[in-house]
């Protein structure tokens, strides 16, 4: 096959002169998926739909961190004790533990796009309602069906996303979409830091004070809330995923637009004639339909699990262990510590180690004011979240020459230690200077994390494997928040040598991951 100019591969370039004879034996040919999206182009299109990926990953961020900067407020208004808020937080996750496996196969057996939608509709409607719940374990509910939402789109946004982007941009295009999450991140930080100490922002409705904080809470759902409605509007199926599922007319379809965007000065048609689909045995479709209601029951328990069998079997067993370890790994770390930053720095306003013990903090709002708001609280929590930029920037550089395994397994090193010497700061300032340090460096990890969990699998299995590890994750973030939860008050030092002790764990656990730069999605 005739190789595309370097001008093709540009982003925003207009499409350049292609030899006639080569195009018309290109158009006389089916083009397999990889030739076709180089064929397609890399521009406009592309650059669309980073940010509308971005602003549904942004979105996740949001929903999931939103609680964690109401804590300090919220806390009296709902009569909340440390181990509650450490429930709260973890509530989302296990929504997210629930949802992730059954959003990644459904989106592996109904298409992306549909699963998006109503992923991202589920997140945001129910995190808007919670808004109004006048009681913690109604709160507590609420959050948990709006991460039943937040566990479907973000693995399955990593796998549509990547299922447009051609071989050698691949690396860096994830890694971009990936830094989303610090603009959600910087996003709730910010409307937190806007709206919360508004005091005056208030409501008397009777049954319910609306507070400021649940004014944040309303805006928080707004991205997810769009975000549906955009991919509703716009956005078009994976052509991966349509070419998989044996639907070549409106794959070709999907190419032919992207073509177009790509190349707006073209006069010619996107250069194929159709696709190669490939062939499948789908035992599903041939199974029998006098079958009883228990053993069809029986055929569809089975067909859902099976994608889980197949991640635990031949090639795929080694790397599917090491990635439920890792993801397990970071998880517990960044969430455990993430969710809890503003709180911890709320306790390191008055001087001194966040972990500082000053007397018994089970309290409510009896014996502890949440008013006047402590606008520092939030300052430092932007501050931090803005300093995922350095390594977003580092990621999107590099992914492509270093590649995905070296990023991963040396960022959760450092990732390690930075923890370790958070454990033994004695100033706020110091609190806030290792804070952001940690930020930086663990969204390298994330980010690499990202990038190999899409590039490690086929298409007819990567929805779901991402959704099996999320699931872990879930249940490693719950188990994080829990014990923070537990031992802030008593010992927060124990809390923070496990996050230290895992990530390094991590760190080393990644090498033994395959390396998969540039490499062709199967």
Known sequence: ???????????????????????????????????????????????????????????????????????????????????????????????????????????????????????????GTFGAVASLAPSFWLFLLLRFFSGVGVGGSIPVIFSYFSEFQPRLRRGAMISALATFWMAGNILAAGVAWLVIPRTYLIAHWGWLDFQSWRLFVVLCSVPSLSSALVFRLLMPESPKFLMEAGRETEALLV?????????????????????????????????????????????????????????????????????????????????????????????????????????????????????????????????????????????????????????????????SLSVFVIYMVETKTQSLIVSCVFSGVSVVSWNALDVLGTELYPTQLRSSALGVFTGVGRVAAIMGNVVFGQLVDSNCAVPLLMVSALLLAGGLAALRLPQTKQTELT
């Open 1 to 123: 096959m005739p190789r595309r100019s370097q001008e093709d591969t540009e982003p925003l370039i207009p499409f350049t002169h292609i030899d006639e004879d080569d195009d018309q034996a290109s158009s006389r040919k089916k083009l397999s998926y990889e030739e076709a999206v180089e064929k397609a182009g890399f521009g406009l299109f592309h650059w669309l739909l980073l940010a509308v990926c971005g602003w549904a990953n942004a979105s996740d961020a949001v929903e999931i961190l939103c609680v964690s900067f109401l804590l300090p407020t919220a806390r009296c208004d709902l009569l909340l004790t440390s181990a509650d808020m450490g429930l709260l937080t973890a509530s989302i996750f296990l929504g997210m533990m629930v949802g992730g496996y059954v959003w990644g196969y459904l989106a592996d057996r109904r298409g992306r796009r549909s699963v998006l939608v109503v992923s991202l509709a589920v997140n």
């Open 255 to 415: 190419f032919q637009k992207m073509f177009k965007l790509n190349n707006r000065c073209a006069t010619k048609p996107f250069p194929a004639a159709g696709l190669m689909i490939r062939s499948k045995d789908d035992g599903v479709k041939n199974r029998p339909t006098s079958s009883s209601r228990c053993q069809r029951l029986s055929q569809q328990l089975k067909q859902a699990l099976d994608p889980m069998n197949q991640l635990f079997v031949g090639p795929l067993a080694s790397r599917s262990v090491v990635l439920l370890f890792l993801f397990f790994c970071i998880s517990f770390g960044y969430y455990g510590l993430w969710m809890w930053f503003p709180e911890l720095f709320k306790r390191a306003e008055d001087g001194g180690s966040p972990c500082a013990k000053r007397g018994s903090r089970v309290q409510s709002s009896e014996n502890e004011s949440c008013y006047p708001v402590q606008t520092a609280v939030y300052m430092e929590g932007f501050v931090t979240a803005a300093s995922n930029l350095p390594g977003n920037i580092f990621t999107i550089l590099l992914m492509d020459r270093i590649g995905g395994k070296i990023l991963l397994s040396v960022s959760l090193l450092v990732s």
